[in-house]
């Protein structure tokens, strides 16, 4: 029995597909050992979202082959999609598979010779899509559903149309379906993925929307929790966000990217909206659901972004009612428009400014938490920690520590907080929510 070891890099729609790998070659009898460890066969699903994840995906195919000499090594996801021939020459890889290729990976791993092999279609071809057959999600407690793959939008930072195609959605029925599987084997909550998570329907015949597969989601009680990925601010409608107030099953909690808060940096960027019009789905998400859990995306140095359009955007952002940002400092990625963009902000002064951002987001992020002192929250147990302790997620993403066990894992119990951290609340379990 071959020994076959998997890691992931990148976004939770990667780690769906590498889940969905990892049941794919246990179910060809393939033995799945931690990629820490000694293995026939190395899988790295990859990213390419910036230089940094490039070459973290380099680094780990090098560390792989140092590790075990004579081991097979197997490069997938997008920067192989992008970078093909490149990893074609890294010693030790046998094997280089494009995104639609990772879905036949147990065929084509045993198809495995001396020499390297590359199998990438052109991606942009591909006009459907079907959720990787995934029946279990080991060691989670939460599961994730890829249900849209690709993106039409082409910012022009971005290198994902290009390593992902065009928006396609799984089929409505697929969707529900699988859902429901992932509530029979037990998951209390399901992560709703995808690349535009927002474009989810407008593909389908007939065409259709988010709204309406979350609309069908809660009537059938299919899942207990359902949370969204990130979602674009102009894919936030009016009916949406009154269906999100009402709704008993969608987690109070959403990542909307930003990018920037200077109007002419979004118009570079070809994002379709203005500071005001992002502010205004802000306040209105609160205005429903106050104890909503908002992150954003930004990216730190965009080209031609001077100091006083960076103080600005900061103030913007500053002045948002959100709980955290996710920080990415600007990555020319060779093929999109901002890459050939003159005026390149200097590398240092763009990671003086990403930390700057994540300043304030550590500062957001404990204010937000503040909030919740003295109050009830409802937590899905995922893991102990340490003696008599366990961890777990609230509906609106607050990670929760208090006195527990073992046997409270994967069930959702009303905990009131008492501590606030950097990063956790803490707090005891409540017998009855009033």
């Given amino acids: 029995m071959q020994r076959i070891a998997i890691t992931t890099l990148g976004c939770k729609t990667n780690q769906y597909e590498s889940a969905a790998m990892t049941e794919s070659l246990g179910r060809e009898g393939f033995q ?25 995906s380099r680094r780990l195919i090098r560390r792989a082959a140092k590790r075990q000499p004579g081991a097979k090594i197997v490069v997938t996801g997008c920067y192989a999609q992008l970078a093909y021939e490149k990893l074609r020459e890294m ?35 591909e006009r459907t899509t079907g959720a990787m057959a995934l029946e279990s999600f080991a060691e989670h407690t939460r599961a994730f559903l890829q249900i849209q793959n690709g993106c039409d939008s082409f910012c022009s930072y971005c290198i994902v149309p290009h390593v992902r195609g065009r928006s396609r959605s799984v089929p409505f029925a697929e969707a529900l379906s699988a859902i429901s599987l992932f509530s029979a084997r037990g998951f209390r909550e399901v992560v709703l993925t995808g690349i535009h998570l927002g474009g989810y329907g407008l593909d389908l015949e007939p065409p259709g929307e988010l709204l309406d597969l979350l609309l069908a989601i809660e009537d059938g009680r299919t899942v207990e929790r359902l949370r969204l990925g990130s979602i674009e601010p102009t894919e936030i409608s009016t009916p949406l966000v009154s269906f999100l107030a009402a709704s008993q099953t969608v987690c109070s909690h959403l990542h909307i990217p930003l990018q920037s808060g200077h109007d002419r ?22 205005a429903a659901i106050p104890e909503i859990c908002i992150g954003c995306d930004v990216i730190a140095g965009f080209p031609g972004e001077t100091e006083g359009e960076f103080e600005e955007s900061f103030r913007f952002i500053e ?64 893991e102990t920690e340490g003696e008599g302790m366990v961890k777990g997620l609230s509906r609106n993403y607050i990670p929760v520590l208090f006195p527990g066990d073992r046997d409270m894992i994967n069930v959702e119990v009303p905990v009131r907080i008492t501590g606030v951290g950097k990063k956790q609340l803490s707090g005891e379990l409540f017998a009855q929510m009033p």
Avoid at 348 to 363: M, T, Y
């Fill in 32 to 56: 799945l050992v931690p990629f820490e460890g000694a293995a026939d066969i190395y899988i790295i699903n990859t990213c390419t979202v910036t230089a940094r994840t490039d070459a973290e």
């Fill in 91 to 125: 010693p030790g890889v046998s094997l280089v598979l494009g995104n639609t290729e990772k879905r036949g990976i147990a065929d084509l791993v045993r198809e495995i010779g001396e020499e390297t092999r590359v199998e990438v279609s052109d991606i942009s071809r």
């Fill in 265 to 286: 940096i979004l118009e570079r960027m070809n994002r379709r909206y203005t500071t005001s019009r992002f502010r205004e789905v802000i306040e209105a998400l609160l």
């Fill in 319 to 382: 002045s948002l009612p959100i709980a955290y940002l996710h920080v990415f400092p600007f990555s020319p990625r060779p093929g999109t428009a901002a890459a050939v963009m003159p005026d390149r902000v200097p590398g240092e002064e763009i990671r003086r400014r990403a930390e700057l951002l994540r300043r304030l987001s550590e500062r957001k992020r404990e204010a937000y938490y503040r909030r919740f002192l003295g109050s009830e929250l409802l937590v899905l147990v995922q």
